[in-house]
């Protein structure tokens, strides 16, 4: 079976590989932060976000961005979303749900639940959403090609049935915020675009550039959120937003590590951290003929021996700390961090082992080395990378040539496979997916295996991918992803790094912890007694 898992699609190529980065830049501002009076009655109980980039709309006509959809998960809901730790799915617009056989998923829906204009949900709004999502947006009807049907058994359960076994139905259903029917018919002929959901906050005011207004939604189906108010201000940098927190304006802001003690040190302000899933990482071309970087001789980086002495080669205490900071960022053992179903704990980084690495080096018959061009986007912080990694690797005679590149001309170049050595990034929210785009042997005219760079390819792993694919019960399922992520370590098919952090400075009287998926959910927030 050849599919996309939900939120991997071509047309996300740069968003999605550079998402734990590009999410870095949101940050906030806020000052009101006391809630409630002697009397119990709130008092200016709200906060003040900031983001330096405006949004690109409202679901579902919005660009999928990451910053607007991080806004729209407050105005919505879907029928089932990620756990906070984003370890599993729990339910949403869902109570539960069960699989009569492989291919029929059955959902019973949330009763009692309305929109923010007070009309109810259904299962008839379930129903039109999927049906309308896939009519008029080429995302959605790539993510949800699998449904072959839809039934409606009454008002609060509906039957999804799809052309084969789909055990990643639940991941695609993640992204579907379910819409109003009855709202939707209204304002198609006006091209109205005010989000009207079932989320807990609705939307009050826009002025693009300038600013948005929310205000919880007091029928919100799991109860009333304790902030009242949310004021989202676009903001022109990091700076501001820092001055603003440690002046008294702001409640909570995300700030990069270098303003950690600063903040620290600044009374009733303390800092948070996450650990996001992003995982940055070195890959190989793996072709041994007719390589791009190698084209009239043998590619030494086919060689198992070669990339696994790379490995040993790779101190990843000394990069951490020469290019930033090591409480900044934590080393990766594989694709996937902790957070992710089908992670495997018995993976272990290969340690810094430079004789073993030299002698790996001898018996592939490389021991004078080579030279290889690294790949990178032309940014300070990659260049840095890139360049403590070239220092490293030159202890193995290998010389690094860097090669730093705009944005899409880099990604042009590693989509299309004109690469020998590159430093990337990646950010998935299953394991299926990343098995599908970045370790099966490459089919673009079947959009699989499409981030796979370097043409790595092991019919082991492959075959593994078709029975994931089929398989329904997560024990087994969970079983075999273990065993591709083994598979593809014994091949190096990769040199992970490591996965970065978040930072957040806030108030000492505000109660919220940072999510792995780094996205701002309003109802997470609330203020101490």
Request: net charge negative.
């Amino acid at each position: 079976m050849y599919r996309n898992p939900v939120l991997f699609n071509k047309t996300l190529l740069a968003g999605v590989i550079v998402l734990f980065i590009f999410i870095s830049q949101i940050v906030f501002l806020s000052g009101c932060i006391q809630n409630i009076g002697k009397d119990g009655e709130e008092i200016n109980n709200e906060i003040y976000i900031g983001f330096i980039s405006d949004i690109t709309g409202f679901y579902p006509w919005m660009i999928r961005d990451t910053v607007s959809c991080s806004l729209n998960q407050n105005f919505f809901n879907p029928l089932i979303e990620l756990d906070p730790k984003t370890r599993g799915i729990i339910s949403a617009l869902a109570d539960n749900w069960n699989n009569p056989d492989n291919v029929t998923w059955k959902f019973f829906l949330t009763k009692g639940v309305k929109f923010h204009n007070g009309y109810n949900f259904t299962a008839h709004d379930v129903d039109f959403t999927i049906s309308f999502l896939r009519n008029n947006f080429s995302y959605y009807n790539d993510t949800l090609s699998s449904i072959s049907e839809i039934k409606i058994l009454d008002n609060y359960t509906i039957e999804i049935k799809t052309n084969e076994p789909n055990p990643l139905l639940l991941y695609d259903l993640l992204s579907v915020n379910i819409l109003s029917k009855k709202y939707i018919k209204e304002i198609l002929t006006t091209n109205e675009t005010w989000p009207i959901g079932t989320g807990p906050y609705k939307l009050v005011e826009y002025e693009p550039g300038k600013h948005i207004i929310l205000e919880r939604f007091n029928e919100y189906f799991r109860g009333v959120p304790n902030i009242k108010k949310v004021n989202v201000i676009f903001m022109k940098n990091r700076e501001e937003l820092r001055d603003g927190l440690i002046g008294g304006l702001l409640d909570i802001a995300s700030i990069p590590f270098e303003y950690i003690d600063e903040i620290e040190n600044t009374e009733g302000l303390t800092v948070k951290s996450v650990q996001s899933v992003g995982i940055s990482y070195l890959s190989f071309d793996f072709r041994v003929n007719d390589s791009y970087g190698f084209m009239e001789t043998k590619n030494p980086l086919s060689d198992v021996n070669v990339r696994k002495a790379m490995y040993y080669a790779i101190d990843i205490d000394s990069l951490l700390e020469n290019i930033s900071n090591t409480t900044a960022r934590v080393p990766a053992s594989q694709f996937v961090t902790q957070f992710i179903f089908g992670y495997n704990p018995d993976i272990e980084r290969l340690p810094y082992d430079i004789e073993k690495a030299n002698q790996l080096m001898k018996n592939a018959g490389y021991e004078d080395g080579f030279t290889v061009e690294l790949d990178c986007i032309d940014s300070n912080s990659s260049i840095k990378i890139c360049n403590e990694i070239a220092s490293q690797l030159s202890k193995l005679n290998i010389t690094v040539k860097l090669n730093p590149l705009p944005d899409l001309e880099y990604y042009s170049k590693l989509y299309f496979k004109n690469t020998s050595f590159y430093l990337t990034g990646f950010t998935p929210l299953n394991a299926e997916g990343t098995i599908e785009l970045l370790l099966h042997t490459s089919d673009m005219q079947k959009n699989i295996g499409i981030w796979n760079y370097g043409n790595y390819s092991n019919s082991e792993v492959d075959r593994l991918y078709e029975i994931i694919c089929n398989t329904m019960d997560p024990d087994i399922r969970k079983e075999l992803i273990q065993d591709v992520f083994s598979i593809a370590t014994e091949d190096v098919a990769w040199i992970p790094l490591f996965s970065g952090k978040a930072f957040y400075g806030l108030r000492d009287t505000l109660n919220w912890s940072p999510r792995p998926a780094l996205y701002i959910i309003f109802e997470d927030m609330s203020f101490y007694d």
